[in-house]
């Protein structure tokens, strides 16, 4: 009964309490702060800033994905947005996914960095004070003070109580400026790649929706010398696209409900047509270099896909057999399946369904039969 008094008793005085009890050495006060939970906090405070800031700068600076942070709360999100969009890519509310993830990391940064800047303030009860009364601030205000710090706004009503906290202040302010200057850094080029992102998939839409109709577009009567013409520009520019996946993880995540903008669909049809090559065309009628460093461009692609983002589960939709008698109509030579793709399928699945997509986006021929 005493304690649970007590513990009210300072709790009040902590966040409610009147000029007359804010002092730095009143008792409730001091009982509430003892030495041990001062250091606790200032050591929880610190590692948290460390925490934040390290998964900032290995987002927006390392070019090698995300921070651990970043990641959980990226895959996460997306699986959320996923779920309640019926897991359908053309649902219009997940064109909105990119948008409302990015705003949220950079909440997400910015409460963990208020946090951790609040808590170590919060350390010391005489850290911050009133710049009119010179008494201990309470937690509310000491919140209030954090975030104006970080905001680099500066707050006339609150200041350190001496020049050690006064420095704090003062680095944490530029932590505040360093923190807008990354995120408008980090927004730029994600917004830029995006663009690029749908120019590449209407680029490969326009040469074919499926990868029959693809291999039917590059084949003149004799062989697939179409391939020649726009190979490297492809091939650069899906190499350009795999590094901005793996520099700005969350380029992933901005999802096109329609489907010539769709990039795993695109990029998949692309691969499934050098697959109908290798597999089932004589090699007579098609360039090896020509069709080989293409195909090396798309394994890394896929590559960056499985380390960035971990696609490495067994997808629950299978390739469907495509239906050939186009390529036949057409005069193309075909030889019998070699079947030397079904684990390249298979990471083309799981990518798909990821997306919110299946295999009738890449062989629309309701005819196809499943594997």
């Known amino acids: 009964m005493v304690f649970s008094k007590l513990c009210a008793y300072c709790c009040g005085n902590v966040f409610e309490s009147p000029v007359a009890t804010r002092v730095i050495n009143c008792g409730p006060y001091a009982i509430l702060f003892n030495s041990m939970t001062q250091i606790l906090l200032f050591i929880v405070g610190l590692l948290l800033i460390i925490w934040i800031f390290r998964d900032i700068l290995l987002t927006t600076y390392s070019m090698e994905g995300g921070g651990e942070m970043t990641d959980f709360f990226m895959k996460k999100s997306w699986q959320f947005l996923l779920w309640i969009s019926g897991n359908d890519g053309r649902h219009s509310f997940l064109s909105f996914s990119g948008m409302f993830m990015m705003i949220g990391l950079i909440l997400l ?29 309470n937690l509310w205000e000491k919140l209030h003070f954090s975030g104006y710090v970080l905001t680099t706004m500066g707050l006339g009503d609150y200041m350190p109580k001496n020049a050690t906290w006064g420095i704090i202040s003062t680095i944490f302010s530029f ?8 995120m408008v850094s980090y927004a730029v080029p994600v917004l830029s790649n995006i663009i690029t992102k749908k120019q590449l998939s209407l680029f ?28 490297q520009e492809l091939q650069q520019r899906i190499l350009t696209i795999a590094q901005s996946h793996k520099a700005y993880p969350i380029l992933h995540y901005f999802h096109s409900n329609r489907k010539d903008e769709a990039l795993v669909i695109t990029l998949c049809i692309v691969d499934e047509a050098l697959t109908l090559l ?3 065309v004589p090699s007579d009628q098609w360039d090896e270099k020509e069709v080989l460093p293409l195909r090396k461009a798309l394994d890394h692609y896929l ?11 067994e997808a629950s939709h299978k390739a469907p057999a495509p239906n050939l008698r186009p390529l036949a109509e057409a005069n193309i030579k ?9 684990k390249r399928k ?17 062989y629309t021929d309701a005819k196809a039969a499943a594997e």
């Open 109 to 137: 940064w910015s409460l963990g960095l208020w946090l951790g800047v609040f808590l170590l303030f919060a350390s010391n009860p005489g850290s911050i004070i009133n710049s009119n009364t010179f008494v201990a601030t």
């Open 175 to 182: 932590f505040g400026l360093l923190f807008i200057t990354l």
């Open 204 to 231: 490969i839409q326009q040469l074919g929706t499926t990868p029959v109709e693809l291999l039917i577009y590059l084949w003149d009567g004799k062989s697939f010398s179409g391939l020649k013409d726009i190979r």
């Open 278 to 280: 290798l597999e089932r």
């Open 303 to 313: 590559e960056t896909m499985k380390t960035t983002y971990g696609r490495s589960e």
């Open 334 to 342: 075909l030889t019998e399946n070699k079947q030397i793709s079904h």
């Open 346 to 362: 298979n990471l083309w699945s799981v990518l798909l369904q990821s997306q919110g997509w299946t295999w009738k986006e890449i």
